[in-house]
């Protein structure tokens, strides 16, 4: 999967807010935004990587050869999401469910 051009369309507002949020719970704070940057983008490839963990958690035995067919030819997140709306029904809630649980873990919690 091509991080670069995956992570970037991962990186929505509201899902840069939430990053945002876990470096400032964290203690994270008064640091140059170069930084920041940086820290918010590897914290958008391990919340990625999570995520697609999440999905192989959910996704219906049955579907996961097509996933992975799928995931070989470096789809967008977009396709992927297409694909896994249809075979996940409630993963916008398990999605919310994982970002907490994410959060739980880089707060050492």
């Not at 935004?33 to 958690?57: G, N, P």
């Not at 992927?80 to 880089?106: G, H, L």
Request: hydrophobic residues 40%; proline residues 6%; contains cysteine.
């Amino acid at each position: 999967m091509d991080t670069q051009n995956s992570q970037e369309n991962l990186i929505t507002p509201p899902i840069y807010a939430f990053l945002e949020s876990c470096l400032f719970d964290k203690g994270i704070k008064d640091i140059p935004d170069s930084l920041k940057e940086q820290m918010i983008k590897d914290l958008a490839d391990r919340l990625q990587q999570w995520l697609m963990q999440s999905i192989f958690l959910y996704l219906p035995e049955a579907a996961a050869p097509e996933m992975e067919k799928m995931l070989a030819t470096k789809p967008s997140q977009a396709e992927i999401m297409a694909f896994v709306t249809t075979q996940i029904p409630n993963i916008s809630e398990i999605f919310k469910e994982e970002m907490v649980k994410f959060k739980q873990a880089y707060l050492g919690k």
